[in-house]
Protein backbone atom coordinates (compact mmCIF):
# COMPACT_ATOMS: atom_id res chain seq x y z
CA UNK A 1 0.00 0.00 0.00
CA UNK A 2 1.50 3.31 -0.91
CA UNK A 3 2.44 5.61 1.90
CA UNK A 4 0.15 9.09 0.82
CA UNK A 5 2.01 11.27 3.13
CA UNK A 6 5.44 9.92 0.85
CA UNK A 7 4.14 9.84 -2.25
CA UNK A 8 3.44 13.93 -1.46
CA UNK A 9 6.94 14.57 -0.59
CA UNK A 10 8.55 12.63 -2.75
CA UNK A 11 6.78 14.77 -6.00
CA UNK A 12 7.47 18.37 -3.80
CA UNK A 13 11.10 17.53 -3.82
CA UNK A 14 10.72 16.43 -7.71
CA UNK A 15 8.96 19.97 -8.55
CA UNK A 16 11.36 21.85 -6.39
CA UNK A 17 14.88 20.58 -8.14
CA UNK A 18 17.49 22.95 -9.19
CA UNK A 19 17.65 22.99 -12.89
CA UNK A 20 21.65 22.03 -13.29
CA UNK A 21 19.59 18.41 -12.88
CA UNK A 22 18.14 18.56 -16.13
CA UNK A 23 14.80 18.66 -15.05
CA UNK A 24 12.39 21.00 -16.87
CA UNK A 25 10.35 23.47 -14.43
CA UNK A 26 6.97 24.86 -16.37
CA UNK A 27 5.30 28.44 -15.37
CA UNK A 28 2.02 29.43 -16.23
CA UNK A 29 3.43 33.04 -15.70
CA UNK A 30 4.70 34.48 -19.35
CA UNK A 31 7.63 36.75 -19.44
CA UNK A 32 8.37 39.68 -22.37
CA UNK A 33 11.48 41.37 -23.27
CA UNK A 34 11.72 44.70 -22.41
CA UNK A 35 10.45 47.33 -24.92
CA UNK A 36 12.47 48.82 -27.45
CA UNK A 37 13.77 52.82 -27.11
CA UNK A 38 11.26 54.49 -29.94
CA UNK A 39 14.21 55.89 -31.80
CA UNK A 40 12.19 58.88 -34.30
CA UNK A 41 13.72 58.28 -38.34
CA UNK A 42 14.58 60.95 -39.65
CA UNK A 43 12.77 62.71 -43.28
CA UNK A 44 15.16 60.86 -46.18
CA UNK A 45 17.67 63.60 -47.60
CA UNK A 46 18.94 63.34 -51.04
CA UNK A 47 22.62 65.25 -50.95
CA UNK A 48 22.21 68.98 -51.37
CA UNK A 49 22.24 70.64 -54.59
CA UNK A 50 20.45 70.09 -57.78
CA UNK A 51 22.90 68.45 -60.03
CA UNK A 52 23.74 65.89 -57.69
CA UNK A 53 19.79 65.60 -56.82
CA UNK A 54 18.82 65.50 -60.35
CA UNK A 55 22.18 63.02 -61.30
CA UNK A 56 20.51 60.37 -58.88
CA UNK A 57 16.72 60.78 -60.20
CA UNK A 58 18.07 60.65 -63.46
CA UNK A 59 20.08 56.94 -62.55
CA UNK A 60 16.76 56.26 -60.72
CA UNK A 61 14.78 56.47 -64.32
CA UNK A 62 17.57 54.32 -65.87
CA UNK A 63 16.74 51.16 -63.92
CA UNK A 64 15.60 48.11 -66.20
CA UNK A 65 12.31 47.25 -64.17
CA UNK A 66 9.42 49.40 -63.69
CA UNK A 67 8.64 48.07 -60.01
CA UNK A 68 12.47 48.76 -59.08
CA UNK A 69 12.43 52.68 -60.83
CA UNK A 70 9.28 53.22 -59.00
CA UNK A 71 10.66 52.01 -55.83
CA UNK A 72 13.39 54.59 -55.44
CA UNK A 73 12.06 57.15 -57.15
CA UNK A 74 9.25 57.33 -54.21
CA UNK A 75 11.80 57.95 -51.72
CA UNK A 76 13.46 60.33 -53.60
CA UNK A 77 9.97 61.87 -54.18
CA UNK A 78 9.94 62.21 -50.04
CA UNK A 79 12.83 63.86 -49.10
CA UNK A 80 12.74 66.90 -47.41
CA UNK A 81 15.76 68.36 -49.31
CA UNK A 82 14.62 68.01 -52.81
CA UNK A 83 15.17 71.33 -54.46
CA UNK A 84 12.31 73.24 -57.04
CA UNK A 85 14.67 71.85 -60.34
CA UNK A 86 14.97 68.75 -58.83
CA UNK A 87 11.24 68.15 -58.54
CA UNK A 88 10.59 69.13 -61.59
CA UNK A 89 12.64 66.97 -62.93
CA UNK A 90 11.44 64.03 -60.83
CA UNK A 91 7.54 64.73 -62.52
CA UNK A 92 9.34 63.87 -65.95
CA UNK A 93 10.66 61.04 -64.76
CA UNK A 94 7.60 59.50 -63.12
CA UNK A 95 5.81 60.13 -66.09
CA UNK A 96 8.05 57.52 -67.96
CA UNK A 97 7.17 54.77 -65.79
CA UNK A 98 5.33 52.23 -67.80
CA UNK A 99 2.58 51.20 -65.27
CA UNK A 100 -0.24 54.05 -64.01
CA UNK A 101 0.31 52.77 -60.13
CA UNK A 102 3.70 53.25 -60.40
CA UNK A 103 3.70 56.91 -61.52
CA UNK A 104 0.70 57.51 -59.22
CA UNK A 105 3.05 56.01 -56.32
CA UNK A 106 5.75 58.35 -57.07
CA UNK A 107 3.33 61.71 -57.62
CA UNK A 108 1.85 61.04 -54.60
CA UNK A 109 4.96 60.89 -52.62
CA UNK A 110 5.97 64.30 -54.15
CA UNK A 111 2.61 65.37 -53.85
CA UNK A 112 2.56 65.40 -50.00
CA UNK A 113 6.31 66.50 -49.66
CA UNK A 114 6.38 69.65 -47.64
CA UNK A 115 9.33 71.25 -49.54
CA UNK A 116 6.96 70.62 -52.68
CA UNK A 117 7.42 74.02 -54.82
CA UNK A 118 4.76 76.15 -56.35
CA UNK A 119 5.84 75.15 -60.13
CA UNK A 120 6.14 71.77 -58.99
CA UNK A 121 2.87 71.92 -57.79
CA UNK A 122 1.54 73.46 -61.08
CA UNK A 123 3.05 71.11 -63.35
CA UNK A 124 1.49 67.99 -61.41
CA UNK A 125 -1.91 69.34 -61.46
CA UNK A 126 -1.39 69.85 -65.26
CA UNK A 127 0.28 66.77 -65.86
CA UNK A 128 -1.50 64.42 -64.68
CA UNK A 129 -4.91 65.23 -66.59
CA UNK A 130 -3.08 63.36 -69.80
CA UNK A 131 -0.59 61.53 -67.53
CA UNK A 132 -2.08 59.59 -65.51
CA UNK A 133 -5.13 56.89 -67.02
CA UNK A 134 -7.63 56.53 -63.90
CA UNK A 135 -9.46 59.17 -62.71
CA UNK A 136 -9.22 57.59 -59.00
CA UNK A 137 -5.06 58.05 -59.52
CA UNK A 138 -5.79 61.67 -60.61
CA UNK A 139 -7.94 62.31 -57.79
CA UNK A 140 -5.13 60.89 -55.01
CA UNK A 141 -3.01 63.35 -56.28
CA UNK A 142 -4.82 66.21 -56.36
CA UNK A 143 -6.39 65.16 -52.83
CA UNK A 144 -2.82 64.83 -51.14
CA UNK A 145 -1.96 68.02 -52.73
CA UNK A 146 -4.60 69.65 -51.28
CA UNK A 147 -3.98 68.32 -47.98
CA UNK A 148 -0.20 69.24 -48.46
CA UNK A 149 -1.61 72.47 -48.75
CA UNK A 150 -4.27 72.80 -46.59
CA UNK A 151 -6.68 74.21 -49.43
CA UNK A 152 -8.92 73.19 -52.23
CA UNK A 153 -6.97 71.25 -55.19
CA UNK A 154 -4.93 73.50 -57.05
CA UNK A 155 -6.83 74.08 -60.00
CA UNK A 156 -5.24 78.01 -60.58
CA UNK A 157 -2.12 76.79 -60.14
CA UNK A 158 -1.42 76.66 -63.84
CA UNK A 159 0.11 79.39 -64.72
CA UNK A 160 2.64 79.87 -61.67
CA UNK A 161 5.87 81.27 -63.65
CA UNK A 162 9.70 79.20 -62.36
CA UNK A 163 11.53 81.99 -60.50
CA UNK A 164 14.63 83.24 -62.43
CA UNK A 165 16.66 81.28 -59.36
CA UNK A 166 15.28 77.95 -60.19
CA UNK A 167 15.43 78.85 -63.74
CA UNK A 168 19.19 78.75 -63.67
CA UNK A 169 19.43 75.98 -60.84
CA UNK A 170 17.71 73.85 -63.50
CA UNK A 171 19.90 75.06 -66.29
CA UNK A 172 23.34 74.10 -64.40
CA UNK A 173 21.66 70.78 -63.04
CA UNK A 174 21.02 69.39 -66.83
CA UNK A 175 24.23 71.16 -67.25
CA UNK A 176 25.87 68.60 -65.01
CA UNK A 177 24.31 65.60 -66.03
CA UNK A 178 27.01 62.57 -67.33
CA UNK A 179 24.49 61.49 -70.42
CA UNK A 180 25.03 64.10 -73.08
CA UNK A 181 21.82 63.42 -74.54
CA UNK A 182 19.99 63.84 -71.65
CA UNK A 183 21.64 67.15 -71.20
CA UNK A 184 21.15 68.73 -74.81
CA UNK A 185 17.31 67.17 -74.24
CA UNK A 186 17.02 68.68 -71.21
CA UNK A 187 18.62 72.48 -72.21
CA UNK A 188 16.47 71.93 -75.41
CA UNK A 189 13.20 72.07 -73.29
CA UNK A 190 14.67 74.84 -70.99
CA UNK A 191 15.35 77.00 -74.17
CA UNK A 192 11.57 76.95 -75.27
CA UNK A 193 10.30 78.11 -72.22
CA UNK A 194 8.21 81.30 -72.61
CA UNK A 195 8.91 82.21 -68.81
CA UNK A 196 12.57 81.97 -68.82
CA UNK A 197 14.33 85.40 -68.26
CA UNK A 198 16.86 87.33 -69.90
CA UNK A 199 19.73 86.13 -66.98
CA UNK A 200 18.82 82.92 -67.65
CA UNK A 201 19.24 82.99 -71.88
CA UNK A 202 22.45 84.24 -71.20
CA UNK A 203 23.24 81.64 -68.94
CA UNK A 204 22.03 78.42 -70.76
CA UNK A 205 23.90 80.36 -74.15
CA UNK A 206 27.20 80.25 -71.84
CA UNK A 207 26.61 76.32 -70.54
CA UNK A 208 25.63 75.32 -74.18
CA UNK A 209 29.36 76.28 -75.52
CA UNK A 210 31.39 75.70 -72.02
CA UNK A 211 29.22 72.07 -71.46
CA UNK A 212 27.82 70.49 -74.48
CA UNK A 213 31.08 69.42 -76.59
CA UNK A 214 28.97 68.08 -79.87
CA UNK A 215 28.08 70.47 -82.33
CA UNK A 216 25.00 68.87 -83.37
CA UNK A 217 24.16 69.30 -79.22
CA UNK A 218 24.83 73.06 -79.41
CA UNK A 219 22.81 73.23 -82.90
CA UNK A 220 19.80 71.61 -81.24
CA UNK A 221 19.86 73.72 -77.93
CA UNK A 222 20.76 77.59 -79.70
CA UNK A 223 17.76 76.69 -82.35
CA UNK A 224 15.40 75.94 -79.74
CA UNK A 225 16.28 79.30 -77.87
CA UNK A 226 16.28 81.39 -80.85
CA UNK A 227 12.92 79.87 -82.00
CA UNK A 228 11.34 80.80 -78.47
CA UNK A 229 9.30 84.05 -79.10
CA UNK A 230 9.93 85.49 -75.77
CA UNK A 231 13.42 85.98 -76.25
CA UNK A 232 14.62 89.73 -75.86
CA UNK A 233 16.88 92.14 -77.98
CA UNK A 234 20.06 91.36 -75.39
CA UNK A 235 19.88 88.10 -75.84
CA UNK A 236 19.37 87.82 -79.13
CA UNK A 237 22.52 90.57 -79.47
CA UNK A 238 24.69 87.74 -77.51
CA UNK A 239 23.46 84.98 -79.03
CA UNK A 240 24.57 86.46 -82.77
CA UNK A 241 28.09 87.50 -80.47
CA UNK A 242 28.71 84.25 -79.71
CA UNK A 243 27.56 82.37 -82.79
CA UNK A 244 31.84 82.16 -84.15
CA UNK A 245 32.32 79.34 -81.11
CA UNK A 246 29.99 77.04 -83.27
CA UNK A 247 32.29 75.21 -85.81
CA UNK A 248 29.82 74.16 -87.78
CA UNK A 249 28.68 77.02 -90.61
CA UNK A 250 25.52 74.94 -91.22
CA UNK A 251 24.44 75.08 -87.52
CA UNK A 252 25.52 78.97 -87.33
CA UNK A 253 23.03 79.63 -90.54
CA UNK A 254 20.32 77.38 -89.01
CA UNK A 255 20.49 79.65 -85.55
CA UNK A 256 20.59 82.78 -87.37
CA UNK A 257 17.84 81.57 -89.57
CA UNK A 258 15.69 81.05 -86.31
CA UNK A 259 16.02 84.45 -84.94
CA UNK A 260 14.44 85.28 -88.33
CA UNK A 261 11.27 83.29 -88.41
CA UNK A 262 11.17 82.83 -84.75
CA UNK A 263 6.86 83.91 -84.24
CA UNK A 264 5.64 86.86 -81.89
CA UNK A 265 5.21 86.41 -78.62
CA UNK A 266 1.97 84.63 -77.75
CA UNK A 267 0.65 84.05 -74.28
CA UNK A 268 -0.38 80.43 -75.44
CA UNK A 269 2.98 79.24 -74.67
CA UNK A 270 4.34 75.60 -75.75
CA UNK A 271 2.81 73.19 -78.54
CA UNK A 272 1.61 69.92 -77.80
CA UNK A 273 4.56 68.50 -78.58
CA UNK A 274 6.59 69.24 -75.39
CA UNK A 275 6.86 66.54 -73.53
CA UNK A 276 10.47 66.28 -71.29
CA UNK A 277 9.89 68.86 -68.84
CA UNK A 278 6.60 70.37 -68.42
CA UNK A 279 5.55 73.67 -69.73
CA UNK A 280 4.19 75.99 -66.94
CA UNK A 281 1.71 77.91 -69.72
Known amino acids: ?6 LVAVCFA ?8 GCIVVSSQKTYPP ?10 ALPHGSEAQIAIIESFGDLPFDNDKADRLAVAAGS ?3 TPAAQLVLIDEAMGLGFDKNKTRVLVALAGNPCLSPPARAALARRINNGLAF ?22 LHAVPLPVVDQIALIDAYAALPST ?64 RLSSSHS ?22 EVYLEPLP
Open 181 to 244: SKRVRGLSSLARRPDLDAPSQHRLIDVTFDRVSSTSGQHDILTALASNPTIGTATIAYLVENLG
Open 1 to 6: MVNLSR
Open 80 to 82: HNL
Open 135 to 156: ASHRKRVLDTLARNAGASPPAD
Open 35 to 44: PKPSVATPPH
Open 252 to 273: RDAVLQALVDRPPASPAGYGED
Open 14 to 21: LLTVPATT
